[in-house]
């Protein structure tokens, strides 16, 4: 059992800031890369943003400056913050992380997704 719940999604103005969280809970015995990706209307899930376990940090051309991926190992939860935000950004946002159970299982799990609007 295991399961991944994002929040801080909402409505901010182009050049906003928003600071979205996804924090992992069950039975857990290790995660390992945990990553953002956002889905827009009409468009493909698109990869956006990963960390590694030991904190070494990707990002999609289209939001290196703008985001900063982070993790708290002791919380179970991954963190994007999203500065200078574009319409371009509205998307619904994903977190994914790679667990491995207390069972030994190991593979990818999705969050419900949470919905980042910019607009003015």
């Known amino acids: 059992q295991v399961q991944l719940v994002e929040s801080g999604g909402g409505l901010v103005q182009p050049g906003g800031s928003l600071r979205l969280s996804c924090a992992a809970s069950?039975?857990?015995?290790?995660?390992?890369?945990m990553d953002w990706y956002r889905q827009a209307p009409g468009k493909q899930r698109e990869w956006v943003a990963g960390?590694?376990?030991?904190?070494?940090?990707n990002y999609v051309d289209s939001v290196k400056g703008r985001f900063t991926i982070s993790r708290d190992n002791a919380k179970n939860t991954v963190y994007v913050q999203m500065n200078s935000l574009k319409p371009e950004d509205t998307a619904v946002y994903y977190c994914?992380?790679?667990?491995?159970?207390?069972?030994?299982?190991?593979?990818?799990?999705w969050g419900q997704g949470t919905q980042v609007t910019v607009s003015s």
């Open positions: 960390i590694g376990s030991g904190g070494s940090t």
């Open positions: 069950g039975s857990i015995r290790r995660i390992d890369t």
């Open positions: 994914n992380a790679v667990i491995t159970t207390t069972i030994g299982m190991t593979r990818g799990y």
